[in-house]
């Protein structure tokens, strides 16, 4: 069986496993990533990048979008509105299930972490100084980078052939893995609506114990920030003419 909702439901898990996976390493305790650093944690999330992609393609979405704010920008782009409501549930369903799977793998660490906020941060992102207007403008302005640096990757300017087949996904990896590196810190670059609504969600809801809150008064900057974000990409794109 395969298709585009498939396809977006398991690339977008294979994104939140390895992704939501990496932080779960570095951060849980007794686990053999414990404390190896921000780096290892950008590293990995351009890699699952790589794998979501290559994954979404294989299942049956050859556009790989694994990121609700892709799909608008595409949509916007192309005035084709009819894959939104698809992508988008499969994109939140897959991230929802693949934040279980982690929470799956690491059984054992969550009673051995006493911190309610480490736990939290696993499965979505948190600021490193909450301040909502400063983050929503955080997260607008790094999906603007990726949006229209992804998709500077297929122009004819670039490629007046197009890119050799299987290049693409490595390009987006590496452009997660520097925007993590680069503009991370202030908001741990959610940048993907579906990667931080699913994992928060699957928060809320399994037994985790001691938890937090899921924090829904902070959840709205990573949702409608990379949608916003997209949106004015999507603009400066179509604007530019990178095509």
Request: charge should be positive; proline fraction near 7%; hydrophobic fraction near 55%.
């Amino acid at each position: 069986m395969h298709g585009p909702f498939l396809g977006e439901f398991m690339g977008t898990l294979v994104l939140i496993v390895l992704g939501d996976g990496v932080v779960a390493n570095v951060l849980l305790k007794k686990s053999k990533g414990e404390n190896s650093g921000w780096i290892v944690i950008a590293t990995a999330w351009g890699m699952a990048v790589v794998a979501g992609i290559c994954t979404a393609v294989a299942c049956g979405s050859p556009g790989a979008h694994i990121n609700p704010a892709i799909t608008l920008a595409v949509a916007i782009l192309s005035k084709n509105w009819s894959n939104v409501g698809l992508f988008w549930t499969a994109q939140v369903l897959g991230a929802f299930t693949g934040a279980i799977l982690v929470w799956l793998v690491y059984l054992p660490h969550w009673k051995e972490t006493p911190d309610p906020g480490t736990k939290l941060s696993i499965f979505c992102t948190q600021p490193a100084i909450r301040n909502i207007p400063a983050n929503f403008l955080c997260e607008m302005i790094v999906t603007i980078l990726l949006v229209v640096v992804g998709f500077s990757f297929g122009s004819k300017a670039l490629a007046p052939a197009g890119l050799a087949p299987g290049f693409s996904p490595w390009f987006w990896g590496v452009l997660v893995w520097v925007l993590g590196l680069s503009l991370g810190g202030p908001t741990g670059y959610a940048i993907n609506p579906a990667r931080d609504f699913g994992p928060r969600l699957a928060h809320a809801v399994l037994p985790i114990k001691p938890k937090a809150s899921s924090d829904w008064g902070y959840a709205l900057v990573p949702i409608i920030g990379p949608l916003v974000g997209a949106g004015i990409a999507a603009g400066i794109v179509n604007l530019i003419g990178i095509s």
